[in-house]
């Protein structure tokens, strides 16, 4: 058994683990996150990409709309390399109650939230596709944001301050001595090792399997409810900023432009296991006619990849228990000192990611209070790594990067304008990372080829390196495929059919990809 020391131990690598962690280190304390598979693959990886303004919530949930309106100023000045700063419209559709604008603009004012209202000839300036039957819009301070760039970002921060990032860590166990933690237990699932963590505090934002970890500790019946959502993304930015319904928040009511996709989202419903979401063709079908009210012809593009995220919502008890719309979206803090008698485990669960930064503040100073520090938060005046320069990503930023000084290199994914040295450094410096791990930071096989090309560039420059050998090789492609398709399965009509097939001749009709050598088991990652 491997046994390592720390202060305090992180449980969860999404946005609010990363955060988290962040601020515990930059706080002085010794600090370990762990998570059971790759950083931001849980609900972070999987969520809308807004940037929220506070918009959406000014009049359904004030209290989140003012978090969201101050935050979103926050991360724009800490995180800049995980923010396309777009600025937004909410429009009202004729279907939609053009007074509810009224509504809008006294909550905005009431929030603090900044909102104008613009003519149509405006938004149909700014936003050509969208409806042009619209009868009111808005124009707010959302954006785009890179749920990966903005956590391996606060990951990258908090090792600067000392912290260590185990991922593909799962957590099976949290010891007790007494009536205080002393220990986690966890599985090192690339190895199979087990590892000690010797601890004096656990902080728990296993999100929505926040409620599993707190039983590893023996507290039971934490209830976060999985609301899970889907979303869809398109092959084109069919907008440019994030378009809004101007209604009280419902299904598919939003479109994010996010790189070079647009994403129409979502559903929520409650989910029994946040490990196993459906995505119906039912839903698939909702979402692509909410996305034909907002922008006329939407459906006549092609849907690239579908894929669904659980909100971890605290179950509240004034809303029924398959209600997840109408559950608060704010954060909760479980103290375990008071609700199981045992010291040092507080689960966090709820909120935004845009709202990540002041979620991991608010369960830092409860846990400096439980152990009598006084210790000042500092997260909000420091710029992450990566953010120095105060740089916004763009559309356009690969194509700048490319045009500045790339153009000598080979480019392996056409789609995204990822370079093979963009790939091989990020190999090198994560040398056990399967591709779906690059994937997430790089954007391989992301855009409207969704892998055709670049997966088989990708699989023959690793091997070409020397570094796996080839059955490693094949079976990281395997793996890679074999992700994608989940995505791919619950959309297969029209168009997406065609580069389907076209996909399935590269794979089968030119690289036989079913008598590749084989690994003698499945790579699994
Ligand atoms: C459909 C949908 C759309 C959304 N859209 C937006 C949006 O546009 N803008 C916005 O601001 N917010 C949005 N949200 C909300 C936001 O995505 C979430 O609130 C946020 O990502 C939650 O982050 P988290 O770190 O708490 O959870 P997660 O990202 O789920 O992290 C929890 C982590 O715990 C890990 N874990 C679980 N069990 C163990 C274990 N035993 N051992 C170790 N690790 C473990 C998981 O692997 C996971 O990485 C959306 C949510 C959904 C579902």
Redesign the pocket.
């Known amino acids: 058994m491997r046994k390592l020391e720390a202060d305090v131990v992180v449980?969860?690598?999404?946005?609010?683990?990363?955060?988290v962690v962040r601020d515990v280190a930059m706080r002085g304390f010794k600090a370990v996150l762990?998570?059971?598979?790759?950083?931001?693959?849980?609900?972070?990886?999987?969520?809308?990409?807004?940037?929220?303004s506070g918009g959406r919530y000014v009049v359904s949930d004030p209290h989140s709309a003012t978090e969201?309106a101050e935050e979103n100023e926050i991360l724009k000045r800490i995180q800049a390399d995980a923010i396309e700063p777009t600025g937004g419209y909410f429009v009202a559709t004729p279907t939609d109650d053009p007074e509810y604008g009224d509504r809008f603009k006294t909550g905005a004012e009431a929030t603090g939230v900044p909102v104008n209202e613009v003519s149509i000839a405006e938004l149909l300036r700014r936003e050509p596709r969208v409806n042009p039957k619209a009868t009111r819009a808005f124009e707010t301070l959302d954006g785009s944001?890179d749920?990966w760039q903005l956590?391996w970002g606060a990951a990258h921060s908090a090792e600067q301050y000392g912290a260590k990032i185990l991922t593909y860590?799962?957590?099976?166990k949290i010891e007790r001595q007494g009536d205080t933690v002393s220990a986690v237990i966890?599985t090192d699932d690339k190895t199979g090792e087990t590892v000690q963590i010797g601890c004096s505090f656990v902080l728990n934002?296993?999100?929505?399997?926040?409620g599993?970890?707190a039983a590893?500790a023996d507290c039971h019946g934490v209830e976060v409810v999985p609301?899970?959502?889907?979303?869809i993304a398109m092959n084109h930015r069919l907008v440019n900023t994030p378009v809004n319904r101007l209604t009280y928040p419902a299904d598919g009511d939003?479109i994010?432009p996010v790189h070079t996709v647009s994403i129409i989202?979502?559903?929520?419903q409650k989910a029994e296991d946040?490990d196993r979401l459906q995505i119906s063709y039912e839903e698939v079908q909702q979402m692509m006619d909410c996305g034909e009210q907002l922008v006329p012809g939407f459906r006549q593009s092609r849907a690239l990849h579908a894929w669904?995220?659980?909100?971890?919502l605290v179950k509240d008890s004034r809303v029924s228990a398959t209600d997840t719309r109408h559950m608060s979206?704010g954060m909760s803090i479980i103290d375990h000192s008071e609700r199981d008698g045992l010291k040092g485990l507080l689960t966090?669960?709820?909120?935004?990611?845009?709202?990540?930064r002041l979620?991991a503040k608010k369960v830092v100073d409860a846990m400096c209070e439980q152990l009598g520090e006084q210790r000042e938060c500092r997260t909000a005046d420091e710029v992450v790594p990566g953010s120095e320069k105060h740089t916004f990503y763009s559309v356009s930023h690969r194509l700048h990067d490319r045009e500045e000084d790339r153009l000598s290199e080979q480019i392996l994914c056409e789609c995204e304008l990822l370079t093979k040295k963009m790939f091989t450094d990020l190999q090198d410096e994560q040398p056990l990372a399967t591709f779906d791990d690059l994937r997430r930071q790089l954007r391989l096989g992301m855009g409207p080829c969704q892998g055709g090309f670049c997966s088989v560039r990708a699989t023959g420059v690793s091997h070409d390196r020397g570094k796996i050998d080839i059955e490693r090789a094949t079976g990281l492609l395997r793996l890679f495929l074999r992700n994608r398709w989940i995505g791919l399965w619950p959309i297969l009509n029209g168009d997406q059919v065609r580069q389907t097939a076209l996909d399935d001749w590269i794979f089968e009709g030119t690289l036989d990809i079913g008598h590749l050598p084989q690994p003698a088991e499945e790579v699994l990652r």
């Open positions: 449980i969860g690598g999404g946005s609010t683990g990363a955060g762990v998570d059971r598979v790759d950083l931001a693959q849980g609900t972070s990886g999987r969520f809308h990409g807004l940037l929220h969201c944001v749920g956590v860590h799962r957590v099976t966890c934002c296993a999100a929505a399997w926040g599993q970890v590893m609301g899970a959502g889907i979303m939003i994010v989202g979502t559903t929520d946040p669904a995220g659980a909100r971890p979206r966090i669960a709820g909120g935004k990611l845009t709202t990540y979620m």
